[in-house]
């Protein structure tokens, strides 16, 4: 079975500003956030195959886990709604009323709301607590927060039918920001399968504070001989996930004097604001043509 989600292909937008012209090196983004109106940026990919599976059960129920601004309990609630799929989404914290415009689309899109206290919350994986919410909800398929398990690498490899290269001659590099490493495995994993010649570099910015973390994340989840050159950058998380600093913000707004693409500083900002500190330091070489990877986050 393929779901068929109409969706736009994605649009390719270059960026032109002195740094890159200085170093003569070509960045164009692959705007993967403007595919469809809600299951949009990188939360789809992981999302399609999840789908599928469940919708091949008696009782098509997926459950998940996120905090209160999760882009992916915002796409699964979406997913649900499309393709008559019911959602539990079990939120991190307690449900503020009014809900905040992320959880209140999602209970729009007929997603039911659980709060999960911080405490329970670390039991997510626990066989125990999920027997628990088996016994409360009845049978689910559960997603694991971010969307990160095994099928949701497998989807996100079809994010490389879409790549588009302006160059032959130029070395390739292909950018993207990563939470949980699901797309960037999947990434790599596809880019393996493809042998697209020339093979591009992968370079995943880190949007957590946790060092080493997602790189363990990553090899743990491709298979030994896995042929494309990637690497973790961990140093732009600008003080962990969802946290800002001053030089994240002046970069956004240094970005947005050379393009009118929307970048958000939880995900895509930290991406942009790394790929132009690797070319400034020449650590992506000049002469090089950049893909990022724009994976959504803004609604
Ligand atoms: C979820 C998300 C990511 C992170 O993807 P992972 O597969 O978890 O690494 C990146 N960008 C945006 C906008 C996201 O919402």
Redesign the pocket.
Known sequence: MSLHLSSLPPRLDSIDCPLLRQHDVVLNVLRL?LMHPHLH???WF?LQPNVEYALAQQMPTILSFGGAYS??LYALAAAGKQFGLRTIGMVRGELVQPLNPVLGFAQQQGMELVAVSRTEYRRKSEPEFIEQLRQRFGAFHLVPE???NEL?VTG?TQIVRLLEWQSTERPRYIG???????????VVIGLHATRSQPLPTVL?VG?VNAPGY?RQEVARRLPLACVPTWSMLEDYHGGGYGKTSPALQAFLTEFSRYSTIPL?P???GK?LQGLFDQIRQGLIPAGAEVLAL?????Y
Request: with cysteine; aromatic share 2%; net charge neutral.
């Open positions: 956030d940026g990188n939360k992981k882009n992916h971010g969307g990160g949701g996100c993207l920001a990563c939470g949980t490493g699901t797309t960037l495995a999947g995943g949007v997602l958000e939880v995900y895509t991406l724009h994976s959504g986050g803004i």
